[in-house]
DNA sequence: TCATCTCCATTGTCGGACAAGCGGATGATG
DNA sequence: CATCATCCGCTTGTCCGACAATGGAGATGA
């Protein structure tokens, strides 16, 4: 299995060693780029509060004494890193970083590197078990009818394979968003996107496997009512876990990299 | 607890619902971001390999037939994005995204987010326990080496506690790639970045902390030398919750934000 | 064969220019 | 006075042309 973070060319020369090679390489950036890092600084250290505004091009081209086409192009570093956005008017101001923007790049990151469906199962399975283990504490009123209505839905498409993996995924959604951590919502995107979509496939391909889904929802939404942790949280795991039954069911590998141009078809969707 | 996913200005228009709407915005997307695009699809598609040259922005002016400026632009979107570098030669190459700037964004974004300790924590406890029961299962004999290195290193620093902070963050690293799944490997890099450190002040203020801290590291290296996942994982929760109870023994409560200032810090040491 | 040098290609940066579009000011109208 | 239509100016997106610096490749020499 390949590293992902071995670089060659580290701008930062990683720790010192001891006294030897004293100096690190010197980051000699180019203009862009420091216009780029500077206004960066400015919005995440707070100095400028997300929704306010960024001078116009020409304000930067004179705080900054660089060309304007080098002010554009630092722009387009941070535009493209989700810092700062543009409005109707096309005007630009400082923005936090958008969820869905970078949970794309995960998910592409991911197919890129050639990551296995054994992977992206052991991590769902880990993820999907705190997730519910957290919603049973802190699931709302409100949150067990979205559930529930997600679970009348998805019965009534129990035969419609393309309806049905989008409840699957919409379920998950709801039950991370139930149990209130962000950053395991982040970490699950990568199965919203590269995951369950497969589960498409497997509801195509054997009609068995929607009738287990959705009777896993269910049990899973019924302890979920009864605030039974333990349960909610077993039949998660006989979730999970079906996944993997029925993708080995089809004869496809688990370990096998997830396919590139499915992945592709998937990730712009929702560019 | 704000939502991390809403977005007014939505390009796509969502699921069409029903017949009304038929038409979603149009995306009139400017001729830089036009370029970004498709380049970005010949790589993401696998067209262009990585490792393999783009053409000189000449060459690009000549394909798109857009000026020179439009073509550069375009390019910065794709530098910022990870899925072109530049060698010593400043030449573009097609390359795959790196992983610790993914890192460092998605723990920006967090920061940003003010997304509290408590989900940080929350994330750790799922993320390393399955690490540890996957490391249990695939460690090799020089994976436990680098653990036994480590754990020497950190016995011999336990009055020290940066050099220490940085040793936990090395175990966990080790542990990580240990295991073998580079998912997960990503999802807990918010760890390393905005997680672990902590553990640096709470070794400063509660000398207890360090001991105890060695000690479950020790713990797990013994389980996993006798592969005995149960009592790993069992170590591996123990030592995540004694970040919790430290902490709080400090008097920081662990649902407040991340502090802007000093996660500005970690995260500029390696931008 | 190997080292050195020269020349060219390429990037980074600059200056200027113009069309299109949005915001806000201005004016008209009830 | 309030509401609406119109117009002007600013801002962005795109284009053009230019030049210095620098790395690479080929030419040149030992």
Redo the contacts with the bound molecule.
Sequence with gaps: MQSMDNDPEDQDGGADTGAGNRFGPIAAS?????VADAIERQIVSGRVRPGEAIG????LVKQF??????V??G?RLLEQGGLIR???????YASVPRYDRLATRISRAFVLHEVTFRELWEATMAIESAVVELAADRISDEGLGELDLNLRKSRAAIDKPSELAILDIEFHTILCKAAGNRVLQLAREPENKLFFPTTEMLFQKNPQAARRNVDAHGAIVAALHRRDKADALLWMKRHVNDWKKGFELIGKSIDEPIDRVYAQHVLESNL
Tied chains: 1, 2.
């Design positions: 180019p203009a862009y780029k420091l116009t091009e020409a304000d004494g660089v060309n304007r086409s080098t554009r192009e722009i543009r409005d109707s008017s096309r005007r630009l």
